[in-house]
């Protein structure tokens, strides 16, 4: 991953940086030519003696440091080379607690091994969590691009057709992340690397529990406020759909190009869930945005879990061009006659019709099974 310095604010809450990026093992290599300009920010920056690692220095006999990449809550993020698998990687630094208290440690450990499993296009893989020379870090893929919120910083909202892209490749991500019961609980735009084929790449997986046990004291929490569900602000537990709370508000500010919420400290974004207060409408900020965007976006923001789409699938689906059937059944969801009649066509498909296609789907289910099924071969 990538991050660099703070950028000025345009409307927009101001964030630590942090890091994580490389190319999806699936995809072809990034060139290695220069970044343009815009894409300085994945560059390693220059050491200084605050820094822990050097380039040059070899970390655990394997990964040799080529610069930092940014600082963070969580610590320090460089970028290095993995000299066995002869790859680019990122390596966050821990902070040193963990290494103290081996209860601790090993439920990270665990966290990260559940995020291990993920394997999507548009997530940024995790690798593992070491010890080495005093330090405890975690390697992860590096992706050389920029954070959506530099992107959105640099260039203010994109055109709806490639917000709809990037949007559809979060929402899939995150589900399958949530589909190997993965929380992400920091969903962020600065969680978000846009990599050098404009690709969305969600990063930070495993990592955002870590952070709420070290940092869940008084007015300290894990996650980021400006970006967190009422439910999370509260204290309470968090499910996917608080994930779906955080995407709203990443969305709000992927097409509008504004926060969707105007407040600077925890205490006021309580105040404002607590005050059941509602985002101005989309389009009060885009007068052409699409209707279909705005409706799922606020859905996505309601205060109420349960009034929240029921899945990232889901989003994705009422989203401008989605194909809610193909969506579901490929997320391995029952889709709901609802869903069918919203799926190509909205317009020309009656619900009367969609329960025909309920009854074609699960007559061509049973069908499937009863033929591979022992009892079909007597």
């Not at 590096?142 to 057709?161: A, F, H, M, N, T």
């Not at 969305?200 to 929490?221: Q, S, T």
């Not at 407040?263 to 007068?287: C, D, K, M, N, Y």
Request: charged share 20%; proline share 9%; hydrophobic share 40%.
């Amino acid at each position: 991953m990538s991050r660099g310095t703070p950028h000025p604010d345009h409307g927009r809450p101001s964030e630590l940086p942090t890091v994580t990026q490389a190319p999806s093992p699936t995809s072809p290599t990034t060139p290695t030519a220069p970044p343009p300009p815009h894409t300085a920010s994945s560059r390693p920056s220059h050491p200084t003696a605050s820094n822990l690692l050097q380039p040059g220095q070899t970390l655990a006999n394997r990964f040799r440091i080529v610069g930092l990449l940014g600082k963070g809550g969580m610590g320090e993020v460089y970028r290095a080379d993995d000299l066995d698998l002869g790859a680019s990687v990122a390596l966050k630094l821990l902070p040193p607690e963990i290494a103290v208290d081996p209860a601790r440690l090993e439920r990270f450990r665990a966290e990260v091994r559940l995020a291990r499993q993920i394997s999507h296009p548009n997530v940024v893989r995790v690798y593992d969590i070491s010890q080495a020379d005093g330090l405890t870090f975690l390697s992860m893929e590096y992706v050389d691009g920029e954070d959506l919120g530099q992107l959105l910083r640099r260039i203010g909202r994109l055109p709806q057709d490639k917000a709809v892209q990037i949007a559809r490749q979060i929402c899939f991500a995150l589900a399958a992340a949530h589909d190997q019961g993965v929380i992400h609980r920091d969903l962020k735009p600065a969680n978000i690397m846009i990599d050098g084929r404009g690709n969305a790449r969600i990063m930070d997986f495993g990592v955002a529990g870590l952070a709420h046990e070290l940092m869940a004291k008084g007015d300290v929490m894990s996650g980021t406020p400006a970006y967190m569900a009422p439910e999370q602000l509260a204290g309470q537990e968090v499910s996917k759909r608080s994930d779906l709370y955080s995407l709203g508000l990443v969305f709000y500010e992927l097409f509008t190009g504004k926060a969707a919420f105007n407040a600077s400290s925890i205490a006021e974004f309580r105040h404002l869930h607590q005050s059941a207060t509602r985002p101005e409408s989309l389009s009060t900020h885009v007068g052409d945005l699409d209707p279909a965007i705005e409706r799922v976006v606020l859905r996505c923001l309601e205060t109420d879990p349960t009034d929240r789409p029921p899945s990232a699938v889901a989003v994705a689906a009422a989203l401008p061009g989605g194909d809610p059937l193909a969506a579901a059944l490929a997320a391995g969801e029952t889709p709901s006659p609802e869903l069918i009649a919203a799926s190509g066509n909205a317009s020309s498909l009656s619900p009367v019709a969609a329960w025909a296609r309920v009854a074609l789907v699960a007559a061509l289910v049973v069908l499937a099974v009863f033929l591979t099924s022992p009892w079909s071969m007597v």
